[in-house]
């Protein structure tokens, strides 16, 4: 019989995964390998990179049904990777946080 994979083992294995996009303390979405556990289930973002969730999250802020241009922060691992947020002229502004060594 196999070792059962720990509650805690499979949230740091999602969060080891998984971009998180959140707007406050309010979740959004996310982005990446978001079904590890069933390999088989479809995931469009499943190879998403740190600049496709970026790119995925400037173009909506031009959507109608988008994020109504609200600024948002990209976490993985429990870092924030990068913050999307509306700059003076209305745009998307976009910071990126480089990774340690």
Known sequence: MEPRTSRAQLRAEYRRRVFQVFNGDEWMCSYGDVHFMQPEAASPTRDYTLRDVIDDLVKDFDDPGGTDARDMAV?????????????????????????EA
């Open 75 to 99: 976490w993985r691992d429990g870092r924030i990777l990068a913050v999307v947020r509306k700059g003076a002229d209305g745009r998307p502004e976009v910071t990126e946080f480089a990774a």
